[in-house]
T-cell receptor, first 115, second 115 residues
Framework: DAGVIQSPRHEVTEMGQEVTLRCKPI?????LFWYRQTMMRGLELLIY????????DSGMPEDRFSAKMPNASFSTLKIQPSEPRDSAVYFC?????????????FGNGTRLTVT | RKEVEQDPGPFNVPEGATVAFNCTYS??????FFWYRQDCRKEPKLLMS???SGNEDGRFTAQLNRASQYISLLIRDSKLSDSATYLC????????????????FGKGTHLIIQP
């Protein structure tokens, strides 16, 4: 079975540039999550979608961050303009449902470096 | 008080030994509990769910203590391949900023199995 697929695996960009991260959830999963991981703060939930609708974006750091899910098989996380403090590993995860005991399945992550 | 708290370690343990670590959570309304494993520069992967009555999966045993609000993970006959970071995950309702019905990750406990 194909797992959660993220692209790119690595992204190096200069401060001020736009960055777009992509995610394809597991087929049939109706919940999608974007996380950011740093050494200092661990895994932080940025936003999650249920049936393509954003449910909670309270974890999005600021207006420079935006996320979309135009259909059940694709989501993007965009940072514009990027800043060095955005450097982190960004994970996408999917789950069969938001509530209840369903665990999350993570993609390989995108390692973002902003110089 | 942090929502989900873990001793970051590292725990240095000789191969073949038994090791245990705990995770405490602050919201008594939490409903679901999981242990995830994360290898260096990899995505988190589900190790096991934690059930109210406790559960075992091979060398791994998970326990839940609702009264004291902690979960534990016990690893018997530890192997070199058990070296990783173990993340405690709590899912419930009412967390501020937790999103996803209160899905919150601890920062992880780093385990090193030594030959």
């Amino acid at each position: 079975d194909a797992g959660v697929i993220q692209s790119p695996r690595h992204e190096v960009t200069e401060m001020g540039q736009e960055v777009t991260l992509r995610c394809k959830p597991i087929s049939g999963h109706n919940s999608l999550f974007w996380y950011r991981q740093t050494m200092m703060r661990g895994l932080e939930l940025l936003i999650y979608f249920n049936n393509n609708v954003p449910i909670d974006d309270s974890g999005m750091p600021e207006d420079r961050f935006s996320a979309k899910m135009p259909n059940a098989s694709f989501s993007t996380l965009k940072i514009q303009p990027s800043e060095p403090r955005d450097s982190a590993v960004y994970f996408c995860a999917s789950s069969p449902q938001v509530r209840g005991g369903s665990p999350l399945h993570f993609g390989n992550g995108t390692r973002l470096t902003v110089t | 008080r942090k929502e989900v708290e873990q001793d970051p370690g590292p725990f240095n343990v000789p191969e073949g030994a038994t090791v245990a670590f705990n995770c405490t959570y602050s919201n008594s309304a939490s409903q679901s509990f999981f242990w995830y494993r994360q290898d260096c520069r990899k995505e988190p992967k589900l190790l096991m769910s934690v059930y109210s009555s406790g559960n075992e999966d091979g060398r791994f045993t998970a326990q839940l203590n609702r009264a004291s609000q902690y979960i534990s993970l016990l690893i018997r006959d530890s192997k070199l391949s058990d070296s990783a970071t173990y993340l405690c995950v709590v899912r419930g309702s009412g967390y501020s900023g937790g999103g996803a019905d209160g899905l919150t990750f601890g920062k992880g406990t780093h385990l090193i199995i030594q030959p």
